[in-house]
Nanobody, 123 residues
Framework: QVQLVESGGGLVQAGGSLRLSCAAS????????MGWFRQAPEKEREFVAA????????YYADSVKGRFTIFRDNAKNTVYLQMNSLKSEDTAVYYC????????????????WGQGTQVTVSS
């Protein structure tokens, strides 16, 4: 069992930055790929970014490439999402999740999910 707790969300003006954190319980954190997803009102949950267990590879949705950065600290059991140049269309609840598969750009490849943190970008 893995528990994930996201934090760092909030209200920010367009063009601003936020850093989300996701703290995980359990000693197996360093073996998991980690991902961030988001869900805007009345929209389906979508992939944002993912990172493999050793940080060697990262993956991003086209909509956030060049603006968002995912990174992790296995010693702290934490994965981060640095979000810069935020736009109103980034407004959503952001979720982190763990994956033990290679399908890390696909929701179906994830098993444990956090409760989410709200990000609101005002224009």
């Amino acid at each position: 069992q893995v528990q994930l707790v996201e934090s760092g969300g909030g209200l920010v003006q367009a063009g601003g930055s936020l850093r989300l954190s996701c703290a995980a319980s359990g000693r197996a954190f360093s073996t998991y790929a980690m991902g961030w997803f988001r869900q805007a009102p009345e929209k389906e949950r979508e992939f944002v970014a993912a990172i493999v267990w050793n940080s060697r590879n990262t993956y991003y949705a086209d909509s956030v490439k060049g603006r968002f950065t995912i990174f992790r600290d296995n010693a702290k059991n934490t994965v981060y999402l640095q979000m810069n140049s935020l736009k109103s269309e980034d407004t959503a609840v952001y979720y982190c999740a763990t994956s033990r598969t290679s399908r890390i750009m696909d929701m179906g490849g994830y098993d444990y999910w956090g409760q989410g943190t709200q990000v609101t970008v005002s224009s």
